[in-house]
């Protein structure tokens, strides 16, 4: 019975990551979430009964480690073969999205906060950030970068390509993706020693 069903939750996460990358986390409801996954509203409802801000955290979440496992292979062979991999993941969203879609991490860390409340998703947001940080930071302290110029080189990488897929979907072009690979790509060559 659980083998059954967590098919239909995983679903139901991934199709509001989708629906969130898409149009951000206040203009998609929870009936929309639900719809766009092909997910009756009641199953979403018994999955998720604190509501949209528990979906949305998942589906945050959801991303997160989906591109953290992209990541951990690819940097496998050095930082800038992890890097690579994030853009070209990034790239084929944007692309074959037709320039609809982005990141649900960065849709749901623009939303403005209700006064003196941090939710639930913006958290798991800034949790993901990090994560991401974290291992290219890793990738490049083992590659001979010292740690602090790891960190900020990790953090560069993770806000610049997160920007560059919001200035993709706004010029519905790829060519922020290509100016930011090479500036990035020169910095981890210059950071790292082979």
Request: net charge neutral; with cysteine; proline share 5%.
């Amino acid at each position: 019975m659980v083998k059954s069903s967590a098919p239909s939750r995983e679903r139901i996460v991934a199709g509001a990551a989708d629906m969130i990358s898409r149009r951000g986390l206040s203009a998609t409801s929870i009936r929309e979430m639900a719809k766009h996954a092909k997910a009756p509203l009641g199953s979403t409802y018994h999955y998720f009964p604190e509501g949209k801000q528990q979906l949305a955290t998942e589906a945050v979440r959801f991303t997160g480690e989906w591109v953290a496992r992209s990541l951990r292979k690819e940097l496998e062979a050095g930082p800038a073969a992890g890097l690579r991999a994030f853009l070209a993941l990034w790239r084929k969203i944007v692309v074959e999205s037709d320039f609809h879609a982005g990141c649900p991490v960065l849709a749901v860390a623009i939303e403005e906060p209700p006064a003196d409340e941090i939710p639930p998703a913006l958290a798991a947001a800034a949790e993901v950030f990090e994560q991401w940080e974290d291992l290219l930071a890793a990738s490049l302290r083992a590659r001979g970068a010292g740690a602090e110029q790891a960190a900020q080189l990790a953090t560069l990488i993770v806000a610049a390509v997160e920007g560059t897929v919001a200035m993709c979907r706004a010029k519905r072009s790829t060519e922020p993706l290509d100016r930011t690979a090479e500036q990035l790509q020169a910095l981890i060559a210059a950071a790292i020693r082979d």
